[in-house]
């Protein structure tokens, strides 16, 4: 599929950092990416959690481009900040996970991201929109909100995929399934026993788990991925598998692509949006294509 993407010239606008993000790394490549991108932006910092989806509302139509320096939690933020603007969204960086920039082939690399921002070639890819919010890169439910859980709360010392993988590691062993029913224009699903549902607009999360293998941004659809119940043991073959991107060939799994998708469990769980656990279900959730703007290199 040919991306649909414009080039404009960048001519400055408003960054949006996380001085708290990447375990306390942010602030150190705030400071790094302040002299890469040089004195025509305004820095604004976010000093409590959802600060930057404020921030960003209230720049938004009245900027060029606004850039979210942090993790995918901070990128969402201001995604949603600006949605249903003209403004255009940067991307630096800086977090834990960084799964938005892996789906986009972002550099990972503060330098270079801030010469892809200014680069100004637009993306146009895919949102979710999910209980009457936006979400770029992934809605998790079940054991994927539990793990991000414990990792929000727990793991401080970790950053990348080690933190994601300690984090796995906690809950493999103790997380118990749940009754899901899933409903999309294609496919009804009523499993007695899930571990997790994750509704993903690209191929990695976790810190570049490559969880669905061939999904795109900018497609117009979903890609879902379920995992029936496992027994604990089991469980850690699975994961490599999925380290390896063989998992699809797992009888428990099941993997396949929409355009809405409804989501029911019992009893009622958490939501992984974004890495930022927030909500329970039932949850519905619509892909709204080629909708937001993005600086890509």
Request: charge should be neutral.
């Amino acid at each position: 599929m040919l991306m649909t993407t414009e080039n404009i010239v960048v001519q400055g606008g408003v960054v949006i950092y996380n001085p708290t993000a990447g375990r306390g790394q942010g602030a150190i490549l705030v400071e790094q990416a302040k002299m890469h991108l040089g004195d025509s932006f305004e820095w604004v910092p976010t000093l409590r959690v959802g600060h930057a989806t404020e921030l960003a509302k209230s720049y938004a139509g009245k900027v060029p481009t606004i850039v979210a320096c942090g993790g995918d939690g901070t990128v969402g933020d201001v995604a949603r900040g600006i949605y249903g603007t003209d403004t255009n969204l940067g991307v630096i960086p800086v977090g834990t996970g960084n799964d938005f920039a892996r789906n986009l082939g972002l550099p990972l690399n503060v330098e270079e991201a801030c010469l892809a921002i200014m680069g100004g070639t637009i993306r146009y890819v895919d949102v979710g929109e999910i209980n009457g919010s936006i979400f770029i890169n992934n809605a998790g439910v079940g054991f994927d909100s539990h793990v991000m859980k414990t990792m929000n709360s727990g793991i401080r010392f970790l950053r990348g995929r080690p933190a994601f993988m300690l984090a796995i590691l906690k809950s493999i062993f103790v997380y118990k399934p749940f009754h899901l029913t899933v409903q999309t224009e294609d496919v009804n699903l009523d499993i007695p026993k899930a571990l997790l549902v994750s509704v993903l607009n690209g191929q990695v999360y976790a810190a570049g788990l490559p969880a669905a293998p061939g999904a795109e941004v900018d497609d117009g659809r979903m890609d879902v991925l379920i995992l029936d119940n496992v027994h604990p043991i089991k469980r850690l073959g699975l994961l490599m598998m999925l380290q390896r991107g063989s998992h699809v060939q797992h009888p428990g799994i099941r993997l396949f692509q929409a355009r809405s998708i409804k989501i029911n469990a019992v009893p009622p769980q958490q939501i992984n949006i974004d890495g930022e656990v927030r909500g329970s279900t039932p949850i519905i959730i619509d892909v709204k294509a080629r909708t937001l703007r993005v600086l890509i290199r």
